[in-house]
């Protein structure tokens, strides 16, 4: 059984730092294409950073420069570095899991199947 949790948001000052933490487990993630999307209130969840099996990654133009995303084979986990965090990367954000590539997903205009139940992240000016 696929299971994603996430740890690491909170309230930060804009310009100041956080990392996302995701335990997978059911899966390796090695196997499986990885990613981070967030949704705020009244928007749809959007994609952040992901991650394909086969190592290629990919950032929305918003967080670009800005985020790194990672993930631990040995440990089982997904990671995302957010520095210089703004008041719009106000969001909870959400683990994804796919066993598919990335490529596909966004050709089938799909999101992953598996979701954690998401950490909230909150950035003031």
């Known amino acids: 059984q696929v299971q994603l949790v996430e740890s690491g948001g909170g309230s930060v000052q804009s310009g100041g730092s956080l990392r996302l933490s995701c335990a997978a487990s059911?899966?390796?993630?090695?196997?499986?294409?990885m990613g981070w999307y967030r949704q705020a209130p009244g928007t749809e969840r959007e994609e952040v950073a992901t991650?394909?099996?086969?190592?290629?990654?990919r950032y929305a133009n918003s967080v670009k420069g800005r985020f790194s995303i990672s993930q631990d084979n040995a440990k089982n986990a997904l990671y995302l570095q957010m520095n210089s965090l703004k008041p719009e990367d106000t969001a909870m954000y959400y683990c994804?899991?796919?066993?598919?590539?990335?490529?596909?997903?966004?050709?089938?205009?799909?999101?992953?199947?598996?979701w954690g139940q998401g950490t909230q992240v909150t950035v003031s000016s």
């Open positions: 991650i394909s099996s086969d190592g290629r990654s």
């Open positions: 994804a899991a796919d066993p598919r590539q990335m490529a596909l997903l966004l050709a089938l205009g799909v999101k992953p199947r598996n």
């Open positions: 059911g899966f390796p993630v090695s196997s499986y294409s």
